[in-house]
């Protein structure tokens, strides 16, 4: 018996149910389990996961990786923490919302959509989230290849927003 | 001096009002700010109140190394304020913008936003230094009253 | 009735830290809650990928001055499994020791701010002049009160001599007392029953949906704490209790933070009494092996959870913080909902918000229909003065 069991477990049932949507899924190490999954089945996955009593968005991680954006969806439960990973291109970046699954991730997505650019379809309309309402609509901070060049001075008149 | 700016200065030095803003901070300062007025420090026996409104405050105590959002707020918190009016600025943020230096959201010190007229460093401040920081700050208006 | 939104805020309770919470109030009993956030928003994400791990530990503790050592402690863990390091015992209960040290001044603070927040002051100047006996005893081992730097990567950066040992226990006894007449005025003082008892509810089942944690969660009966799921430190070699309670009001999370305060008394003097011998630090390479990481702790607020990846050299990737506060803000709204404008400030300072922690962005909001400002201080007066009105009077204790 694997000292992993129910780490394994999670694993093997990801694999299973999911054929070809989840890739890459490894135990990493006790209580960590990681997997990609193909964005457009995301929410599926999450509700799996959340039945097999992984509970919690604990939170989503945006991330920028050579010609992809994407983002971590870290949920718990048990004790475990399980991570799938989505990618989109950097041409058109949308991702799906969980807001069905988690009704908690709304000021996660908002932060994809503030920070990246990542459009999260299904999100509902609202106030952005981090960045300040003067901020400029169409830069993105965490982006790699953004800089705080192009940021107006903070007294600066605010541009129209989107 | 006329007897009203005299009178104005003497309740200042005797009784200094103060609001406490926070542009942002870790809260790190915030928390030895109200700590001063806990017993062991006791900022109220030396006639220092802490007030919730800028138009009753005789000095502006800043936290935070000012961010983005906070820094139009600061201002107008300080342009209600009435005269004689002055500001100390809390914390390696509130001289510097310390630790946060560098990054975007920020707008670092906040001698950037409004004159400064007591700087008080720590990382958080000691209540300490606060208490010091603003007996200067009076021995400097006593002094430039003569 | 006519309709009224109220934005209040930027201003938190006795921390006057910027959050801003919009009200849709009829007549006295608000029918819509919307919290929005961000007054705090710096930055810190970005900065991070261009500094060093060593930097960083120094800019991650700046995330909150409360939870400090949680967010320290949770970064270091994940650069130390990155670098796939071993901790030696002591620097591990010594972290332990101070984490405990760290949620005994949160909750003191807590129940100082909650106090304040009814009206009853006196609690507030009471539990936050013992409180300086922690704050002693964290300048004692680390040299600051506030931002303790107790961590290097690979341990702790000070070891503890018997002098200190025994100027904490003794510290420790001191506070023990205390906190049994905090318990005692918690659980039976009838001001404060009526202030907290069946306000700001928060079922269990909403409370998970929502994704509340900590102290919030488990004064609805929710059994998570992540020293307990999944034991991080020593917390495996400590003998304490999880503190649930089932009223799933404020009433329930001032219980679970009085109690927890003892758990946590307990925690010390064994750790104290078992120091393990050994180095305080082992010796880790500037530059990190490419790798992923992500560790939770539970800061006194709830799961405090944070992503690291390496790619290589000495500066991370990617750094994510999630602090707990974010995770029980969703709640907030919901329990707001249905209830009385004067419990407000008592429903929103019962999930502890750590505004800094959670860093976002505030509105300032003209609703269609009436709009009325309301600082908190207002607001907080409003409260005492409605249950003063119906024989809730803290001034005659």
């Known amino acids: 018996m694997s000292e992993f069991a129910k780490e394994e477990k999670i694993k093997a049932g990801l694999e299973a149910k999911f054929p070809g949507v989840v890739t890459n899924a490894s135990v990493q190490r006790k209580n960590r389990v990681w997997a990609e999954a193909a964005t457009e089945k995301l929410p599926e996955v999450l509700e799996w996961l959340k039945a097999e009593g992984f509970i919690y968005l604990s939170t989503i991680t945006g991330f920028d990786e050579g010609e992809n954006f994407g983002a971590f969806y870290h949920l718990s439960g048990h004790g475990m923490v399980a991570s799938i990973k989505v990618k989109t291109p950097k041409t058109n970046p949308a991702l799906p919302s969980v807001l069905p699954v988690f009704p908690v991730a709304t000021s996660y997505e908002r932060e994809l959509e503030d920070m990246f650019g990542i459009k999260v379809q299904g999100l509902p309309p609202g106030r952005r989230y981090p960045l300040p309402d003067d901020f400029p609509t169409d830069q993105y901070p965490l982006r790699k290849d953004w800089t705080d060049a192009n940021l107006p001075a903070w007294d600066a008149p605010a541009k129209e927003a989107k | 001096m006329k007897i009203i700016d005299k009178i104005i200065t003497s309740s200042l030095l005797k009784s200094p009002w103060i609001l406490h803003f926070n542009s942002g901070a870790c809260n790190g300062c915030d928390i030895e700010i109200v700590d001063a007025l806990t017993p062991r420090y006791d900022i109220e026996r030396f006639g220092i109140v802490l007030k919730a409104t800028p138009r009753h405050a005789d000095v502006l105590v800043v936290s935070g190394p000012v961010t983005r959002q906070q820094a139009k707020r600061l201002k107008t918190i300080y342009e209600q304020m009435p005269d004689p009016k002055f500001v100390m600025a809390v914390g390696a943020c509130g001289c510097s913008g310390g630790v946060f230096q560098g990054c975007y959201s920020v707008v670092p010190g906040v001698h950037n936003i409004i004159p400064v007229s007591v700087y008080v460093p720590g990382c958080p401040v000691r209540p300490e230094a606060i208490i010091d920081g603003v007996v200067k700050m009076i021995k400097s208006v006593e002094d430039a009253s003569k | ?263 946590s008394y307990k925690m010390i003097n064994q750790i104290l009494n078992n120091l393990p011998e050994g180095p305080i630090a082992v010796k880790i390479p500037m530059k990190l092996a490419p790798g992923e990481a992500v560790n939770h702790y539970e800061a006194p607020r709830g799961e405090d959870i944070h992503y690291l990846k390496s790619n290589g050299t000495d500066k991370p990737e990617r750094l994510k913080v999630r602090a707990p506060t974010m995770a029980n803000l969703q709640s907030v709204a919901y329990m707001m909902e249905g209830g009385w404008l004067a419990d407000v400030p008592l429903a929103i300072a019962a999930i502890d918000p750590c505004m800094s922690c959670t860093d976002r962005a505030v509105v300032w909001d003209a609703k269609k229909g009436k709009k009325t400002t309301y600082a908190w201080e207002d607001l907080r007066k409003l409260g005492i003065e409605h249950y003063r009105k119906r024989g809730v009077d803290f001034t005659k204790l």
């Open chain 3, 1 to 263: 009735m006519s309709k009224i939104t109220i934005p209040l805020g930027p201003q938190h309770p006795a921390l006057k830290e910027p959050e801003n919470f919009m009200l849709v109030l009829e007549g006295e009993q608000i029918t819509g809650a919307t919290v929005n956030l961000g007054y705090n928003h710096r930055g810190m994400e970005k900065v991070a990928e261009s500094r060093t791990y060593i930097q960083n530990l120094y800019l991650i503790e700046r995330v909150c001055g409360i939870c400090s050592h949680s967010h320290t402690t949770t970064y270091i863990t994940n650069v130390e499994e990155l670098a796939k390091a071993e901790v030696p015992q002591r620097a591990l209960a010594i972290r332990t020791l101070i984490a405990e040290l760290e949620r005994v001044h949160s909750h003191l603070l807590w129940l100082g701010v909650a106090g304040y927040e009814m009206g009853y002051e006196t609690l507030f100047m009471y539990t936050w002049r013992d409180r300086e006996q922690v704050l002693d005893c964290l300048e004692l081992l680390s040299g600051n009160r506030v931002h303790y730097s107790i961590n290097t990567i690979g341990g702790v950066r000070r070891d503890i001599t018997a002098e200190q040992k025994a100027a904490v226990l003794k510290r420790i006894k001191y506070l023990e007392e205390r906190t049994q007449y905090y318990i005692k005025i918690a659980t039976q003082e009838t001001t404060l029953l009526a202030r907290t008892m069946n306000v700001a509810k928060l079922p269990p089942d909403i409370a998970v949906k929502y994704g509340a944690v900590g102290p919030t969660a488990r004064a609805s009966g929710i059994k998570i704490d992540v020293r307990k799921d999944e034991p991080y430190l020593i917390y495996d070699k400590l003998d304490f209790k999880m503190i649930t309670h089932d009223t799933c009001d404020v009433f329930g999370r001032v219980v679970v933070r009085a109690l927890e305060l003892v758990e």
